[in-house]
Antibody, heavy 122, light 108 residues
Framework: QLQLQESGPGPVKPSETLSLTCTVS??????????WGWIRQPPGKGLEWVGS???????YSNPSLKSRVTISVDTSKNQFSLKLSSVTAADTAVYYC??????????????WGQGTLVTVSS | DIQMTQSPSSLSASVGDRVTITCRAS??????LNWYQQKPGKAPKLLIY???SLETAVPSRFSGSGSGTDFTLTISSLQPEDFATYYC??????????FGGGTKVEIK
């Protein structure tokens, strides 16, 4: 059974960089059938796609966040990571990592991590 | 960017009711529309992909329909475990993705 687990250092101060890692177990991150994504949810609000990465290293980010988002993959550790720079209180959210599967040229998130709350506060 | 608009934002219903949630895209997304269910404190769960394809192990009381810009999620007979928030998500511009704002289904 595929499992994803987010991890990170905890609270982040405004203007600093948020860093999270997603560890994938029960399956390989190296796949031409799937890719990997980050989704966030501010407290009491809806879901927002943050960005995605293919095992080859190709990345895509939400245009509203693009200049602040860096996503990377470490195939040797079966992990992928998110860095979000210059954070503000508006970046406080539960951050989920997830696997994306394909149908035709579309995709869906079929496996999700449990999510981790990242609070931006001085 | 493709915008996704869900309606209503919330609804109250009773066990056994038929519930319909609508999702509208700002441009045609053909059938590249997915539906998720999220319960409090939990990660979202995929219910339907490609507008009407039921994910494995999802009860048949859930169904999806639509194409182009207008889509519907229907719960034919609402069960106690169905009280949750539902989100649509377009993948027409995959891997650039967009979620709808969500519809909270509450107990009447």
């Amino acid at each position: 059974q595929l499992q994803l687990q987010e991890s990170g250092p905890g609270p982040v101060k405004p203007s600093e960089t948020l860093s999270l890692t997603c560890t994938v177990s029960g399956g390989s991150i190296i796949s031409s059938t799937y890719y990997w994504g980050w989704i966030r949810q501010p407290p009491g609000k809806g879901l927002e796609w943050v960005g995605s990465i293919f095992y080859s290293g190709s990345t895509y980010s939400n245009p509203s966040l693009k200049s602040r988002v860096t996503i990377s993959v470490d195939t040797s550790k079966n992990q992928f990571s998110l860095k979000l720079s210059s954070v503000t209180a508006a970046d406080t959210a539960v951050y989920y990592c997830a696997r994306a599967g394909y149908y035709g040229s579309g995709s869906y998130f079929d496996y999700w991590g449990q999510g981790t709350l990242v609070t931006v506060s001085s | 960017d493709i915008q996704m608009t869900q309606s209503p934002s919330s609804l109250s219903a009773s066990v056994g009711d038929r519930v319909t949630i609508t999702c509208r895209a700002s441009q045609s997304i053909t059938n590249y529309l997915n539906w998720y269910q999220q319960k409090p404190g939990k990660a979202p769960k995929l219910l339907i992909y490609a507008a009407f394809s039921l994910e494995t192990a999802v009860p048949s009381r859930f169904s999806g329909s639509g194409s182009g810009t207008d889509f519907t999620l229907t719960i034919s007979s609402l069960q106690p475990e169905d009280f949750a928030t539902y989100y649509c998500q377009q993948s027409y511009s995959s891997p650039l993705l967009t979620f709808g704002g969500g519809t909270k289904v509450e107990i009447k």
